[in-house]
């Protein structure tokens, strides 16, 4: 009889102890993030958050074919402003936007910066590579455009148009490339990963 009790009140501990495990584990649990209600449909030209503005953005067309003798690994190199303090989706869209410019800049016969050569080993070498960066500041954004076209790397500029979160005409990211990896090392090597 006293084993039989004794018995009996192990299994209610047990059992209680399981419910207050599950109940403390249901109220503990993080909270499921929150689904934005906006959905893509929502978003207009007049108040989005990726719209940049191609009339204001740098085209300066850089000869690239003197690269073509560097031998390695080529990428490309997207280097995001800081300071904007930019969403990710924003980000996301401006470093499209910015892959897409030098692409059609590279690829355009017309273009200056047309170079065949160095797209097809940035296409079937290694697919691809894309890189992004963080710089502090617009001044120092610029310097590494600069250094850029010096040495011959195609160079673009994305600016926004900035109806919501930044100013209009900001330059939010600096694409270089296709390029070999040695070249961008010598512009970005001081960077952070983004
Ligand atoms: C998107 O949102 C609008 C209203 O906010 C709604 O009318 C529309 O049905 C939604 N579309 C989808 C695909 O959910
Ligand atoms: C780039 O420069 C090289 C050498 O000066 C020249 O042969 C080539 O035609 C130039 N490419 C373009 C697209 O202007």
Same mark, same amino acid.
């Given at each position: 009889m006293g084993l039989h009790? %004794?018995?009996s009140v192990g299994l209610v501990s047990l059992v209680s102890g399981i419910l207050i495990g599950k109940y403390l584990f249901a109220s503990i649990s993080p909270p499921r993030p929150k689904k934005s209600k906006r959905n893509a449909s929502d978003? =207009? *030209?007049?108040?989005?958050?990726?719209?940049?503005?191609?009339?204001?953005?740098?085209?300066?067309?850089?000869n690239s074919t003197?690269?073509? *003798?560097?031998?390695?690994?080529v990428r490309m190199t997207l280097v995001v402003r800081q300071d904007l303090k930019m969403g990710k989706g924003?980000?996301?869209? $401006? %470093? =499209?936007?910015?892959?897409l410019a030098l692409y059609k800049m590279i690829t355009n016969p017309e =273009?200056?910066?047309?170079? *065949? $050569?160095m797209v097809k080993r940035w296409e079937y070498g290694n697919g691809q590579a894309k890189i992004t960066l963080q710089v502090p500041n617009q001044e120092e954004m610029d310097m590494l455009y600069a250094q850029a076209i010096s040495l011959g790397v195609n160079s673009?500029?994305?600016?926004?148009?900035?109806?919501?979160q930044i100013a209009a005409g900001s330059a939010t990211v600096l694409g270089l490339g296709p390029a070999p990896k040695a070249v961008l090392d010598q512009i970005t090597s001081d960077l952070k990963l983004y």
């Open positions: 009790n %004794c018995y978003i =207009s *030209e007049t108040d989005d958050e990726d719209y940049s503005d191609d009339s204001i953005a740098s085209e300066y067309e850089v003197s690269l073509n *003798e560097v031998p390695g690994e924003k980000a996301a869209a $401006q %470093c =499209s936007h910015a892959t =273009s200056e910066a047309y170079n *065949e $050569q673009y500029i994305v600016h926004d148009a900035g109806r919501t």
